[in-house]
């Protein structure tokens, strides 16, 4: 068995609509759709029913720990016990559109870039991914590696830090909802410690990511292992001409982590 635990749709900072994902995945036994800070695209896997894969109902939670972004995924065995996220949620998405907005302005400002989001109004979520496709899109010289590290990246001239949950909320939050809660692509911390967010109580880490290189992936099965915690793994699918992300279905959990992952959720 094969499962991509980690993949964006247009409901979020994805480029594929969710039947398209559907498409692309269809030799794979499992997904979960994890759009950020919305469950949009989850319902719609679920609600079209495939044969295969099988969906798993999921979300990307950003959150904040001493000023670092912490991305938690959920993962939920019961899509209708999940209704406490709702208004969280909401309010995690209004945030980021006024952040958008303001970004845009800054961009028009430093950068001379006009942008709008007409295009984004059916997306649940506008995140800076969102704001590199409108700009890539409107026609401007530029890759998205080259926007987030000369514009948007944090840091840069046009970022703005987002209003987030904190991680020990976010991961309450899950639970609270019924959820496994992962610590998403560890392997992207750069000032705190993966193990700061695991003895917060998470349920598992996401030991398999496409920008580990194999002595990550090692260090992460071993912090699972000593803090007797999951292995979760996918591809952080956003876009086939995409450097910053991998490719839907080339992550993969497997084996007896993929078994292990489906007993905790109750759903093997």
């Known amino acids: 068995m094969k499962a991509d635990l980690h993949i964006h749709t247009t409901h979020s900072d994805g480029a594929y609509a969710v039947p398209e994902i559907l498409e692309m995945t269809r030799r794979l036994d499992y997904i979960a759709i994890t759009d950020h800070d919305t469950f949009a695209g989850a319902k719609e896997a679920i609600a079209l029913s495939p044969a295969r894969p099988k969906i798993i109902y999921g979300i990307e939670l950003s959150t904040d720990y001493r000023g670092e972004s912490v991305h938690l995924l959920g993962y939920f065995p019961d899509p209708a016990a999940t209704g406490g996220l709702e208004g969280r949620l909401l309010e995690q998405r209004k945030n980021r559109r006024a952040r958008a907005d303001a970004i845009r302005d800054k961009l028009r400002k430093l950068f001379n870039i006009e942008i709008d989001f007409s295009a984004y109004e059916g997306t649940e979520s506008i995140t800076r991914g969102t704001i590199a496709s409108a700009i890539i899109e409107r026609g401007y ?11 948007i990246g944090s840091g840069r001239p046009a970022y703005i830090p987002s209003t987030k949950l904190s991680t020990p909320d976010g991961i309450e939050l899950i639970k ?25 109580g998470v349920d598992g880490i996401e030991a398999i990511y496409p920008a580990n290189n194999k002595a990550d992936e090692k260090k992460f099965r071993d912090l699972a292992r000593e803090w007797r915690v999951l292995i979760s793994g996918g591809s952080d699918f956003h876009l086939l001409d995409d450097n910053m992300h991998g490719k839907v279905g080339k992550t993969t959990l497997r084996g007896k982590d993929l078994k292990n992952f489906l007993r905790a959720l109750d759903v093997l």
């Open 176 to 200: 609270e909802n019924g959820g496994l809660v992962f610590l998403a692509h560890p392997v992207l911390l750069q000032k705190i410690e993966p193990e700061e967010i695991i003895s917060m």
């Open 141 to 151: 010289p530029y890759t998205r590696e080259e926007i987030f590290d000369k514009m």
